[in-house]
């Protein structure tokens, strides 16, 4: 497992790296300058379970929001910086607990240095980050196109770079929109990478097809023990992104925690709304999050017992009746109606009793 041996970096009050558990990341999507309605949403995506939060900053006044904004949140800010290092430097004076870098578009060596010089004064991790959309114009025409090997060859020359000058508290991220490549720059890089590696999939697109690729790339990824840190990006919402790398941590069991809920694709024996109540059960099961069970829901009241075996408690549906089921046995038949009344009151003295 690469991320049991990668270099232990504290971002705020959260440790990445060592073997510590993956941190889940996503980014505001509102103007960081609007403190109101950039705190509102950085609440909001902790209460949804972010662990560490990026904000890009383009300007001086947006840097300078960081202090206020910082006081009013629970999780690391880490500053999203483009081109101008300028950026840099007062996003750290201005309290951000990491910034992000690519050293390619930053400008000169001194003006890198002097990025580093400040975030050594003030002792916070460099994100050194390397997107396909931006690899050097020399390794592209060095390996014909944009290849995971030169994704890997311009992180790690930045790395060296930043090492030369004399710091090593590093987080490295490669990315690509391609999902393949994405995976395989990976598979090359950690065994070269000491530091600790963000992973997502950039640019995965709207939440359909964005999570079906983060999914697939993310699953390669970090079941080859490689990832400390994970951002699902999708256009729209960042909340959704946080439901989704929950639930990939989760499938791979890299995450305890919250109820999984599994349910029947649906046939010609379904007689209730399996569609309508399922959807229910995704919404309800959030409201006990600290219950690490799987709770089952089926369409019909012939295969539901079977089929949810396995399943810690699952209800079943019939025509104008169901089924409550726990570990594959009858525990009761119920009016359709009660079906998710009943599996709430479930819920909730399952969560009294794990609070005891």
């Known amino acids: 497992m690469y991320r049991e041996h990668t270099k232990e970096v504290r971002i705020g009050n959260r440790v990445i790296g060592g073997g510590n558990p993956i941190l889940i990341q996503s980014m505001t999507n509102t103007k960081t300058e609007d403190v109101e309605a950039t705190v509102a949403q950085i609440l909001e995506l902790e209460a949804a379970g972010c662990d560490i939060i990026r904000s890009t900053v383009p300007t001086l006044e947006a840097a300078k929001a960081l202090g206020e ?12 910086i483009h081109f101008d290092y300028r950026m840099a430097i007062a996003a750290i004076e201005n309290g951000a607990d990491k910034i992000r ?193 799987k709770v089952a829901v089926m369409g019909c009241v012939v295969n539901g017992p079977g089929e949810a075996k396995e399943a810690d408690i699952g209800i079943a549906g019939g025509k104008g009746e169901g089924l409550l089921i726990k570990k594959g046995q009858v525990v009761r038949k119920l009016p359709e109606s009660e079906l998710l009344s009943t599996l709430r009151e479930e819920l909730a003295h399952w969560n009294d009793k794990a609070d005891e």
């Open 69 to 80: 904004i910082k006081k009013r949140i629970h999780i690391p800010i880490v500053a999203d």
């Open 101 to 293: 870098i690519n050293p390619g578009n930053i400008g000169s060596a001194e003006r890198v240095k002097a990025v580093v010089d400040k975030a050594k004064e003030y002792n916070i991790p460099i994100r050194v980050g390397v997107n396909s959309g931006s690899l050097e114009k020399n390794i592209v025409e060095k390996y014909g196109k944009v290849t995971a090997e030169g994704l890997v060859e311009s992180a790690l020359d930045k790395v060296k770079m930043i090492e030369d000058m004399g710091y090593d508290n590093l987080v490295v991220s490669i990315k690509s929109s391609d999902v393949l490549m994405c995976a395989k720059a990976h598979e090359l890089l950690a065994p070269k990478c000491p530091y600790p590696l963000h992973v997502g999939i950039t640019e995965a697109g709207t939440l359909f097809r964005g999570n079906i690729k983060s999914a697939i790339g993310l699953g390669i990824i970090l079941n080859q023990g490689i990832g400390d840190t994970i951002r699902v990006s999708l256009t729209g919402n960042p909340v959704n992104e946080i439901a989704s790398a929950k639930q990939i941590l989760k499938t791979l069991g890299l995450r305890k925690g919250g109820i999984e809920v599994v349910s029947c694709p649906t046939c010609g024996r379904t007689n209730i709304d399996l569609i309508g109540l399922a959807n229910e059960v995704e919404k309800m099961v959030t409201e006990f999050d600290d219950l690490d069970i």
